[in-house]
């Protein structure tokens, strides 16, 4: 087959990365249970303490006896499990969905329309089960028969206590609309319940971490004790008191598991035959050993950094937790390194690429819904590039060397992402344009001004300087300021197409006949748009609502304890997260996908129905998938549809998307702000697709909606790429937090440093206007795509852009591959 | 009588064919048949219907709407499909089977469009232009068939101080073609052979008036040109063939050139507008170390040449 290659293609830049990453390759995925079960243990003997102080008590106790799995070459240790490829199932959280596994019941209502990967790391699984050694658990994962027994009985007793159990408890009984949200899922309007792995989407203040370490905060949380027993009326500030002991408890435990680390190194040491090797082995476990002090040189700082970010990890069920702004915490102990400790550039870069591999060695494992819907991913955020305080473009020379390690190594983790602004430098911004044309989709570009207009806009009281220094990415697109945002941001996503049937249908959904709400039955496009609007408004209530009494049941059932004494200014409040701590509690918000479908059905009935016949009509064909309306269905697909500067539609998505924030901004959240407008995909547009039937826009009943934010529904887009640039910058990005756009190209249209020349000038163009916030790009030759479908062991390392993150394309389920496929490919 | 020319197609974001970010503007009609072409769309002079085999439902309902009776039923792979009498279809101005047509498989490709209206498409994209320091290119299709059209294009972008590029196969008559090689800001002109029975075999017609054209191109505008050299298996794939040219070249005063190594990307195209692919030896590649050696007999001439592809 004749293809294309892509243009640029790295290799770990030392044997040891190579190494690393080949072993990282062909290792299954497992699930390992033994920091459920330590936690359990605990909760068992502690589970009437006060919350905070019991749910740190639960977590030191897991993390102080945590085995500690250090492997050949590796340079900096630690891992969420002991497997390369392990992940932790947070039966606290969620029980139910792992009981029903185990019990190999039917899981919610949308497993029916949820596909999964089977290639890869997953083809392994399959292969290993069969050996009889382990089973198979959640459709990917091995588990051993030892820990199957172990996971049973903790979820059981989870089952009761979890996070899940006690919010459902609280809204099934307290709210008064339960039974639109439980109707709701299951004619997928919703995505599944997100309680399986509800936490992450922030970023923790690397920078305090690693200047003070975590000694500099246990002290400060000593002070504060005694501060507030020194005054008078100290008994009103208990629950101050319990998070402060607690953050003891667990940032001195989180010391105690760093230094396990050291000292299995050190026992490694003693046995190693090879000086070489005996020397790395005392330098790891030196590095580890350091850990709570302030790290001196780069590997120790690289070390710090990455045990505290597991910690932050080992402790909630995170998707979107993030690396932040890597390229400006980093950089003095890189710098001061580079300049007296000796370190060279080959050093660094070997280093970066083995960090590369350790964060993509975690899994996670949530409900199968949610697995299908993040594609397996999790949603780590490198940001680089942007602004300083004083708005200074922030790029150095580690922004340079974190793209090369992403060049050299291509893993999914951590996703890149550059904060665009005119003056970056314009090295950088070449190694960026090769980044691109790795065909790994990243970096992904986000326009610096229109997320600081965004933020400033809700938090005036933090200042332009802050913002532009803080500004990091909380998962694949949401911008969240790094160190002092709330975390646990949404509830899942709200599915514009299901809204789109129930507006048609007066409330009824078609597939499962279900009444939602009775409505009369419009006939024609402005009682359509008017029934649309009523129940996305409806629909935003609600889930806001149910999620607001969730929130609660997440306060005391699973407060991060550590996450929030190492963020901003839980310290200093006396306050975890989910009470207030954080300098910027606007962050939850409000998420959905779909709105171009409904725009392009809005405009298509606008331009072709003529009234309540052929509103009929219209729906009797829809009814009928098309069949038998050939002629409608050609009609309403040659009618306007975004993602072509034609206003008929583009005018029809300004007017929703207005309505669409005004409406999610209504909403107070849960920490006495309003809610913040977002849209997103992941992989929402498969299953949202499957559960809709055909819709006016002309999708056929199944067909995935889609994906982005603002990209055009694959084959739309008529009138060239230039055109989906020009629609994309109609809309007010600065009004949501986030934003995706999607575009293709074929590897021979960027050849050369003309061809990134010509890309950055196209980012420019699209961002120049300041309304624009993200585009990403795919570097692949269909052809090529296509060949991996059908050779997927051929293609094991061949990375693609999905929505919003970056995946092995072998191990993404089909529906996804054809939609990465079929996403106009601009040839040029 | 607002000036216009059929268009059959317009592509946006373009790297090739010149500077920064173009759009290209394919115009229809052409005096040559290269046997190679990728765009045999853009040969004839009227629009040209396609009928794409993956989208055909195989309804029938372009038969039964024909007025002409130039859709009968075949059956092809095991299934029916139309099959199209081209003859008849082209004589025909109704087109009633498009309306018809519910899955799309049968377009129309090309249609008339006034300077005017291409003007308002190509006007969005000049902040690209400016940023990127591209512009307009017109290929196809034989542009210069519509000197008038092109010309009074380049001028409202030159308005903007936004170029306009030419891709020529150089058959035309001199005067006619004048106004439009005098707004061009640069001219990509096709060499594919100096030979004139190889020229007519492979391209239909001989190439007295093209090397008439390159040559007072030569004397008069040579700081426009670009001269493509297509490498075509059996007509232009050999070392001898780049030292000939390379020295015509020189010797004219000719600076630049882009050799366009051949590809079949074009091939499916064929099959939709109910033709066989007719070049003979399209099963042979060119070899890229043939491409690097014919490049260095060029660059041994004088010459600047880029790879483009």
Redesign the interface.
Known sequence: M?FVPREIMGSPSSPRVQTCYDRYLAEPLIIDAEYLCLYTERHRQVAFWEEQERRAECHAYALERLTPVLREGELIVGGKTRYVRGAVPYANYAADYILRELRREQQESQDAVTDLGTGGGIARVHALAESGEFEVFCHKFLISPQDKACLWECAEYWSDKCMQAEGDRLWKTHYPHAGWIENGWRIVLYTAPHDPAPDGRFVLDFETILGVGLDGLIDRCKAKIKETFAQPGAIEETAKVHFWRAAIRVLEATKTWAHNYGRAALALAEREARPERKAELETIAANCLSFGRRPAGFHEALQHFWLAYLAGHLEGAHLGYSVGRFDRYMAPYFQADREHGGLTEERALELLELLRIKHTEIEYVASFSWEGLGSGNLFQNMMLGGLTEDGQPADNELSLLAVQAAINVPTTQPTLSVWWTPGLSPEFLLKCAEGVKTGVGFPAWFNTDVYLKHELGRNPQLGLGFIRKYAAMGGCTEPILEGCSYGVVQPGFINHVKLLELALHGGRDPRTGIVMEERPVPGDFESLAAAYRRFLETAIRRWQEYWNVVMEAHARTVPLIFCSAVMRDSIERGRNMDRGGMLNNATPTTLSSGLVNVVNALAAVKAVVDGPAAMDELRAALAADWKGY??L??RI?DAPKWGN?DDAADGIMRDLWAFYCAAVERGPNYLGERYDPSMLAISTMTPFGKACGATPDGRTAGEPVADGVTSPHPGSDR?????VL?SAQKVDHSRIRGGLLNLKFHP???RGV??SR?LL??I??LF?TQTAFQVQFNVVDSRMLREAQAHPEAYRDLIVRVAGFSAYFVELQKSVQDQVIERTE?V? | MPRSAPVFD???????DGE??R?LVFLQGCPLRCSWCSNPEGQAAGPQMRWHAAKC?G?L?CRDACTRGAVMAEVRDGRTVPAIDRRLCEACRERACLE?????ALALSGRAMTAEALFKILR??I??YW??GGGVTFGGGEPLLHPDFVADIAGRLRAYGVGTVVETCGEWDWEAAAPALEAAERIYFDLKTLGPEKHRRFTGRPNETILANLKRLAETRPGKMIISLPVIPGLSDTLEHAREIGALLAGWGLRRARLLPYH?LGIGKYETLGRAYPHRSGDRDVPPALVVAMQDALISAGLTVTVD?
Do not use: M, Y
């Open positions: 004749d050939e002629l269905h050609r697909l500067d009138n060239g790429p230039a055109a020009r021979s249209a960027l003309d061809g010509k000038q196209l420019r163009t120049e601009h040029l | 317009i592509q946006s974001l373009a790297v090739h920064g970010l759009t439902s309804c309902a018809r047509c519910p899955t799309g969005q994209d902040r690209l940023n990127t079949r592809g």
